[in-house]
């Protein structure tokens, strides 16, 4: 747990909020005396987090390895119309 003066967490507050989203406590003290903890709530942490932290588990179990590479950008493949359309042979076949 790190511990910051409250002059300092004014300062950063918005970096010390981020150590908190990843599942870190803060404790807060003024002059030396440790007066707060800023901690995540317990049960609410990020979907994002829950999910890395899972991840993390099964690469360390075994179950799972991490690709290192960079995935290519997926494009989707031009459709070319060579006739009707589909929603004109739909609408043929209801009749």
Known sequence: MKTIDLGELKKNLKRYITIVKHGKR?????????IAVLGPVDGHRSEE?????????????GLLIM????MP???????????????????????
């Open 26 to 34: 803060v404790v807060i003290s003024e002059r030396g005396v440790p």
């Open 73 to 95: 950008k997926f494009t989707m493949p031009k459709i070319v119309n060579r006739g009707k359309m589909l929603s004109d042979i739909v609408i043929e076949d209801r009749r």
């Open 67 to 70: 690709n290192k590479k960079k």
């Open 49 to 61: 987090l829950s999910r890395n932290k899972k991840l993390a588990m099964m690469v360390a179990k």
